[in-house]
């Protein structure tokens, strides 16, 4: 099976970063409980928010590309590579975090902590959604 690392890594980097925003909308929504702010937060907010992680997590999509194709060489199996390529996800993306807060990202009250579940949750959800895995197609004429 041919495997497409790039195509596979950027589809779960582009729809964290899109989905992200939202995610952590929803958590600070479920745990304030203001209506309001949140549908200021959203309409406001997430589309500059979105540009700018883009170019934020730029350098952490191309490791995360890496890690992509270091684990399909070496771990045999599409369930045990998506299992590392989570794990793989996770650590960037919390260590990101991490690195931001100076190593306090981790506190429910901080504001960040929402942002902080809402990529994680996006970049777990894109690596079991997406095809790692695609078999190649050759053209018919």
């Not at 194709?69 to 996770?90: D, E, H, N, Y």
Request: hydrophobic share 55%; glycine share 8%; aromatic share 18%.
């Amino acid at each position: 099976m041919k495997y497409y690392p790039l195509y596979y890594s950027a589809k779960i980097w582009l729809s964290s970063v899109v989905t992200g925003p939202f995610i952590a909308m929803l958590i600070a929504c479920c745990t304030n409980g203001d209506h309001g702010d949140t549908t200021i937060y959203l309409v406001l907010l997430c589309p500059p928010a979105v540009i700018l992680v883009v170019f934020i997590t730029f350098f952490i999509w191309l490791v995360f590309w890496l890690l992509i194709r270091l684990i399909v060489r070496i771990v045999s199996g599409v369930f045990p590579q998506k299992c590392w390529i989570t794990f793989a996800g996770m650590v960037l993306t919390i260590g990101l975090f991490y690195l931001v807060e100076n190593g306090n990202p981790f506190l429910p009250q901080n504001e960040v902590f929402p942002l902080m579940i809402g990529y994680t949750a996006g970049i777990c959800a894109g690596v079991w959604y997406f095809d790692l895995a695609k078999p190649v197609v050759l053209l018919e004429l």
